[in-house]
């Protein structure tokens, strides 16, 4: 199982930056997949980005109500994921929810997930 530790949440005004972080142990694969995932109360949790990566390639996957502002990263060496959050819009407040999955993860449903951080909150304030 791998385990996942989440920081970098917290308020902003809208138009603002954050930076969530995502370190991850545990990962016996060569194969995974990371990304974010958010939710708000009474509502599914919805993907947000994804970075998938094996022995040759890697790759990225946004939502598209992300699309141009939040750029995911990963630093090979500190086995981390990051999630660029820019231009930051009221909407985009949620609890966020870091995941990981030792596969190339196609479908980005929460269920294809085996590992999740304990979430990190992000307020976007009008």
């Known amino acids: 199982q791998v385990q996942l530790v989440e920081s970098g949440g917290g308020l902003v005004q809208a138009g603002g930056s954050l930076r969530l972080s995502c370190a991850a142990s545990g990962f016996t694969s060569s194969t995974n997949t990371m990304g974010w995932f958010r939710q708000v109360p009474g509502k599914e949790r919805q993907f947000v980005a994804v970075?998938?990566?094996?022995?040759?390639?890697?790759?990225?996957d946004y939502a598209d109500s992300v699309k141009g502002r939040f750029t995911i990263s990963r630093d090979n060496a500190k086995n981390t994921v990051y999630l660029q959050m820019n231009s930051l819009k009221p909407e985009d407040t949620a609890v966020y929810y870091c995941a990981a999955d030792d596969s190339w993860v196609v479908r980005m449903t929460s269920s294809n997930f085996g590992s999740w951080g304990q979430g990190t909150q992000v307020t976007v304030s009008s």
């Open positions: 970075f998938r990566w094996n022995r040759s390639s890697s790759g990225t």
